[in-house]
């Protein structure tokens, strides 16, 4: 059984921009890292970025999961496993 998913990506038919209304700008933001995080994309993309962007990626993303998740949600949502 998978335990990751990407619908929104699949079934999300309305602006992909940001600045309209919060709403449209969030459904980007998910449009946007979905497209990024396709695998065939992804494995093309880490093979030309330098240190310092991958060091720039990893800490925008730690630091964005440690302000807006507690511990129990970062290791059921973003680690997916049985952590108390």
Do not use: C, W
């Not at 998910?30 to 720039?56: A, M």
Request: no cysteine.
């Amino acid at each position: 059984m998978k335990k990751h998913s990407h619908n929104h990506i699949e079934t999300y038919d309305g602006l992909a921009g940001l600045g309209l209304d919060r709403e449209t700008d969030e459904n980007t933001i998910i449009y946007y890292l979905q497209k990024f995080s396709d695998d065939t994309l992804i494995n093309k993309l880490v093979k030309r970025l330098s240190e310092d962007e991958i060091e720039e990626i990893f800490s925008l993303l730690t630091r964005l999961l440690k302000k807006h998740l507690t511990d129990s949600e970062y290791h059921t949502l973003f680690l997916k496993d049985n952590h108390p």
